[in-house]
């Protein structure tokens, strides 16, 4: 029971906190100035969450060619960078990262 009760209150917690944003934005115009701050959240986001598995495969940072995840998020980087296509960059980023585990490891 106590665990069921944790569950409800936590999403009651998230969606107020979530609405609240919502109810307080949204009647109201945004500064532009936040409006390009807020552009830049995603990425940063993501970079957080996969930047870290990139180089701390295990528990320290390893930028050695040894490190085949290290290595296929250049390739992918590099063709985000170039094309702008998240599908090719997820497609070369896997493909990279599975021949080279077959080839480092």
């Given at each position: 029971m106590m665990l069921w009760l944790?569950?409800?209150?936590i999403g009651?917690?998230?969606?107020?906190?979530?609405?609240?944003?919502i109810m307080f934005f949204g009647n109201r115009e945004m500064p532009?100035?936040?409006l390009h701050i807020l552009r830049f959240v995603p990425m940063a986001v993501l970079s957080a969450i996969i930047l870290p598995q990139l180089v701390l495969p295990g528990s320290a940072i390893d930028l050695s060619l040894q490190n085949p995840r290290w290595i296929?998020?250049?390739f992918?980087?590099?063709?985000?960078?170039?094309t702008r296509n998240v599908l090719l960059t997820i497609a070369v980023g896997m493909v990279a990262l599975w021949i080279l585990q077959m080839f480092l490891r």
């Open positions: 944790m569950i409800i209150c009651i917690i998230t969606y107020g906190m979530r609405l609240s944003f532009s100035r936040l296929a998020g250049s992918a980087a590099i063709v985000a960078w170039r």
